[in-house]
């Protein structure tokens, strides 16, 4: 994260990472108040002050647990939007690679929606880290919308949005199949609709 409202981070040692990767685990399974320090000091195979002395506090492993997400999450999705051959390709390439980070990272869902519904306070350091990704992902559909339909790019990014969103929650909450691809077949038909012309696939 790089935004001015960014949360403070701390430097990660080896032990750090373990010990962060075995939080973002627990975490994202079993849910962010239901895991305690001492439990994610048992699953790294630390003790409790060496968590302490690492990151502060269990608000800074959280914090760092989704800044994480999100950083890996850019990272996956990167080179999909740089090998996509056209504008078009590239927005799709948004729910592409949302289909496969799902399958491979996302068993129960959007991290950052699950961890809202347990973080609603502003105040609190990780806020800012949930509520800018998705920030962050409404500006790139309205970014890459840009290049195809200029006078509408704000309402298609914020439609393709809503689509991308509704599709991670209806994943994670198992509602039916295939939510990702299906949400991925409606843009592509608000594509051709709009100005931008059709879509080359």
């Not at 430097?11 to 239901?34: D, S």
């Not at 305690?36 to 647990?65: C, H, M, N, P, W």
């Not at 969103?165 to 509602?175: K, W």
């Amino acid at each position: 994260m790089t935004t001015a409202n960014a949360p403070r981070r701390v430097p990660l040692t080896p032990g750090a990472r373990r010990a962060l990767a075995a939080a973002g685990r627990l975490f994202y399974q079993r849910g962010i108040h239901a895991v305690g320090v001492d439990l994610i000091a048992a699953e790294a195979g630390v003790t409790k002050k060496t968590l302490y002395d690492r990151f502060g506090s269990k608000e800074q492993i959280v914090v760092e647990y989704l800044a994480d997400r999100d950083e890996r999450w850019r990272a996956f999705l990167a080179p999909r939007l740089e090998d996509a051959p056209t504008p078009h390709d590239r927005l799709l390439a948004v729910f592409d690679a949302s289909r496969d980070w799902m399958a491979d990272h996302g068993s129960r869902g959007c991290s950052m929606v699950n961890a809202h519904a347990e973080i609603d306070d502003p105040a609190h350091p990780a806020y800012a880290i949930i509520t800018g990704q998705k920030q962050w992902m409404l500006a790139l559909f309205t970014d890459l919308v840009r290049a195809l339909a200029p006078a509408e790019a704000d309402s298609l990014g914020r439609t393709l949005m809503l689509l991308h969103e509704g599709a991670l929650v209806a994943h994670g909450l198992d509602i039916f199949p295939g939510s990702l691809d299906h949400a991925r077949e409606e843009a592509r038909a608000l594509l051709d609709n709009s100005r931008g012309g059709p879509t080359t696939r």
